[in-house]
């Protein structure tokens, strides 16, 4: 039997109206997987792979009480979607933000899936939160939100059922409160959490891993093709962990880094960021346009976004569809040749059309963004033998697993000539490993 792209889209559609986010992640995927399924694998057409593979294991959600500093009662609604435990526990992030609903949660729980089995590490996928605003919030208000969350997920997840971690809103400081409300309820130290503080069951360069990981992958694109980092121009949006930590290796790395941004605008500086200026902005929170009090030559421009500046590498790190066709087009257009995902899906379907038609390496958020993930996998493996590896030794390890990644992209993607599909890669890679577990496991 043979899968029909078009119908197969209208199917899954039909099944989860009103959730745009979901059906963009399905359909970046199987523009991929399908033409692969049809042309090497149409038995597991006949066992419905991928309709199953589309449809979360299991969702949760429910209802969370807590009390403001003012002793009067909000009332959240939190989430958790188990997605796919094929080739290991359900693995993914927690976030508290506002916009959460579950077509984001689900789409990020789908995109989790390829992105664990990339890494190589037997991980399954899944996604989680709340529609809680942590920004404004007192820590007495977050801590008491927390363990209200936590009462109400401990019953679902564990160490070898389903391991949540980090995400926008949440940070090593929720994390602190959620586990130490799961070890109360459940009156056991286990690593059902990672992203821990690393005198209490965490790992080294957890925070940074993203950062680093997204430099990796850049790295072995760049390999791949005969080039370095030094003296290439680089774009990144956002000013958070991953947005930090991609610039702070990129300026390790010979590159100069010319952007960071938020949501009320662009931070440019031509001269490029170096360490001091990096150090400057960590204490500068939201405000990113008080650098420029100490660094006139720099710019902040609240009507920009930083694929306004002519740059060779652009790294989208701060969230979905951030970097719409109009963007792509410019970016071509001014020369930039690469384009990594630090964030989760913030390419618009348009801007990556745009970007493969012009055959610009384009890096998906799924390869490019695993090394957090990656780490967290770590982390499990440290918790699960009660050890905690050195800096170094977590280093080498990501760093083989970026490159491992990278070699899969490679064996699935490539197209005429050396262009590499990465794109094409990761989902095909990604899509490989979990849908032969699914079938060796049967009908479940």
Not at 84 to 102: D, E, H, M, Q, W
């Amino acid at each position: 039997m043979s899968l029909d792209l078009k119908s197969f889209i209208a199917y899954v559609g039909k099944r989860n109206p009103n959730e745009p986010e979901f059906l963009q992640a399905v359909t970046e995927v199987t523009e991929d997987v399908i033409p692969y399924l049809n042309r090497h694998h149409p038995e597991w057409n006949d066992l419905k792979i991928l309709e199953r593979m589309v449809e979360p294991e299991r969702v949760i959600s429910f209802r969370i009480n807590w009390l403001n500093d003012n002793n009067e009662v909000e009332v959240n609604r939190g989430y958790r979607v188990q997605m796919n435990s094929a080739i290991g526990p359900y693995k993914g992030g927690l976030r508290f933000s506002p916009t959460v609903n579950l077509s984001i949660l689900k789409f990020l729980a789908f995109e989790q899936v390829f992105k664990n089995s990339l890494t190589g590490i037997p991980l399954g996928g899944g996604k989680g939160g709340a529609d809680f605003d942590p920004k404004g919030k007192s820590d007495n208000e977050i801590m008491r939100f927390c363990q209200s969350f936590m009462t109400e997920l401990f019953r679902h997840v564990g160490s070898e059922t389903d391991v949540p971690a980090g995400d926008i809103g949440v940070g090593e400081r929720e994390i602190g409160y959620l586990f130490g409300q799961y070890k109360r309820l459940q009156n056991a130290f286990t690593g059902v959490l990672t992203g821990k503080g690393k005198t209490w069951g965490g790992s080294n360069i957890r925070p940074e891993a993203t950062g680093y990981g997204l430099l990796y992958f850049v790295k072995e694109i760049l390999g791949h093709n005969g080039q370095q980092l030094d003296d290439k121009r680089v774009a990144i949006s956002g000013a958070g962990n991953v947005a930090y930590f991609a610039a702070q290796k990129a300026i390790d790395q010979g590159a100069t880094v010319i952007t960071l941004s938020n949501s009320t605008g662009t931070l440019y500086d031509p001269e490029g960021f170096d360490g001091d200026k990096l150090d400057l902005l960590g204490t500068l929170g939201r405000d990113l346009h008080r650098y420029t009090e100490t660094y006139p030559s720099a710019a902040f421009h609240s009507d920009k976004k930083p694929w306004s500046f002519p740059c060779d590498i652009a790294l989208p790190c701060a969230t979905q569809n951030e970097l719409d066709a109009e963007d792509a087009a410019l970016l071509v257009k001014q020369g930039c040749f690469l384009i990594a995902e630090g964030a989760n899906m913030p390419s618009t379907a348009e801007a990556i059309h745009i970007f493969q038609e012009a055959k610009v390496h384009f890096a998906p958020g799924k390869a490019a963004n695993a090394g957090g993930v990656a780490v967290s996998g770590l982390e499990m493996s440290q918790n699960w033998i009660g050890e905690q590896w050195t800096r170094e030794e977590v280093d080498r390890k990501l760093q083989a697993i970026m490159a491992r990644i990278h070699t899969t992209c490679v064996e699935y993607g490539q197209e005429d000539g050396k262009h590499v599909n990465y794109l094409k890669g990761a989902n095909i890679g990604g899509f490989i490993k979990v849908a032969s577990a699914m079938k060796a496991q049967g009908l479940v």
